[in-house]
């Protein structure tokens, strides 16, 4: 089966190759960078994330309720998190609130000291915006890093998801697309070091082996829009035990960058014709 979804990318690549797709739809979102702070005696937590405005205030509600919870369960709101608990349809500046509440109403300090984040935004068009997520937690016994990627839809108002834009009938011909670009990936980088067994066997066992519960892809993976050599397309992320010092690794989890023009063939008519591919 797999043979012959090969030759079907071979095929679908082809054609996309022969063809050129100018991308016309350059919209921009306006952000903002929200800023704020806690600060006590034994802890401090400094704030420093994005917001999106809109003239549609309900929609820049949405979309701030949206934020609050992609970074809700992180040491930013340890004070204040309870898994337990369903999320809360609250902004980002009431998430804030009701930590600086948590924090100033406790007894004692629970273990970390010091937390901070950060933001990179890495796309700001066609209508969508991504950050990279940075956050550093202080503790006694060092300091815990957590990064990872944020994209919004800005039409619908919510995260961006990679589920209805492809078409059902080439799932497994893009899904197969993806494996073959983490494999030739892996084994570049074993070729790369020929010469050191011992990252040779870290490669193998800490890539390959750890993570062969992923593969094959059952569904597509998750991603967000970026722009890499001058090319606009997304990148999709899988998290998985990939060791951190691997090259291809960003926090805990695979990237694979793949051009909008190279997705092409893969995507719904109404989603080309809305980036400007169509």
């Given at each position: 089966?797999?043979?012959?979804?090969?030759?079907?990318?071979?095929?679908?690549?082809?054609?996309?190759?022969?063809?050129?797709?100018?991308?016309?739809?350059?919209?921009?979102?306006?952000?903002?960078?929200?800023?704020?702070?806690?600060?006590?005696?034994?802890?401090?937590?400094?704030?420093?994330?994005?917001?999106?405005?809109?003239?549609?205030?309900?929609?820049?509600?949405?979309?701030?309720?949206?934020?609050?919870?992609?970074?809700?369960?992180?040491?930013?709101?340890?004070?204040?998190?309870?898994?337990?608990?369903?999320?809360?349809?609250?902004?980002?500046?009431?998430?804030?609130?009701?930590?600086?509440?948590?924090?100033?109403?406790?007894?004692?300090?629970?273990?970390i000291y010091e937390v901070n984040s950060?933001?990179?935004?890495?796309?700001?068009?066609?209508?969508?915006?991504?950050?990279?997520?940075?956050?550093?937690?202080?503790?006694?016994?060092?300091?815990?890093?957590?990064?990872?990627?944020?994209?919004?839809?800005?039409?619908?108002?919510?995260?961006?998801?990679?589920?209805?834009?492809?078409?059902?009938?080439?799932?497994?011909?893009?899904?197969?697309?993806?494996?073959?670009?983490?494999?030739?990936?892996?084994?570049?980088?074993?070729?790369?070091?020929?010469?050191?067994?011992?990252?040779?066997?870290?490669?193998?066992?800490?890539?390959?082996?750890?993570?062969?519960?992923?593969?094959?892809?059952?569904?597509?993976?998750?991603?967000?829009?970026?722009?890499?050599?001058?090319?606009?397309?997304?990148?999709?992320?899988?998290?998985?035990?990939?060791?951190?010092?691997?090259?291809?690794?960003?926090?805990?989890?695979?990237?694979?960058?793949?051009?909008?023009?190279?997705?092409?063939?893969?995507?719904?008519?109404?989603?080309?014709k809305r980036i400007g591919l169509q």
């Open positions: 089966m797999r043979i012959i979804v090969y030759l079907q990318l071979i095929s679908i690549f082809f054609f996309t190759n022969c063809a050129s797709a100018q991308l016309l739809n350059n919209e921009k979102v306006e952000i903002v960078n929200l800023k704020d702070s806690i600060v006590t005696h034994d802890y401090d937590c400094f704030f420093s994330l994005p917001k999106i405005l809109d003239k549609n205030k309900d929609k820049e509600r949405k979309m701030s309720v949206a934020m609050a919870e992609s970074v809700y369960h992180t040491p930013l709101f340890y004070c204040s998190i309870d898994h337990s608990s369903c999320k809360e349809s609250i902004t980002l500046e009431e998430l804030i609130t009701k930590e600086r509440k948590c924090v100033n109403n406790r007894k004692e300090n629970d273990g950060s933001s990179e935004m890495v796309f700001n068009k066609l209508g969508f915006v991504s950050w990279y997520i940075l956050i550093h937690a202080w503790h006694s016994n060092g300091v815990n890093p957590y990064h990872f990627p944020i994209c919004f839809d800005t039409q619908k108002a919510d995260i961006f998801n990679t589920y209805d834009i492809f078409k059902d009938s080439l799932k497994l011909q893009l899904l197969s697309k993806i494996e073959l670009e983490i494999l030739e990936s892996v084994m570049d980088e074993m070729e790369s070091e020929e010469n050191n067994y011992s990252a040779q066997t870290i490669i193998r066992g800490g890539v390959i082996e750890s993570n062969r519960s992923y593969f094959p892809l059952r569904k597509i993976p998750n991603g967000y829009f970026s722009t890499r050599n001058g090319n606009d397309g997304i990148s999709f992320y899988i998290r998985s035990s990939f060791p951190t010092y691997y090259a291809k690794v960003e926090g805990d989890f695979y990237t694979v960058f793949m051009p909008l023009t190279e997705l092409e063939p893969f995507f719904k008519d109404s989603f080309k």
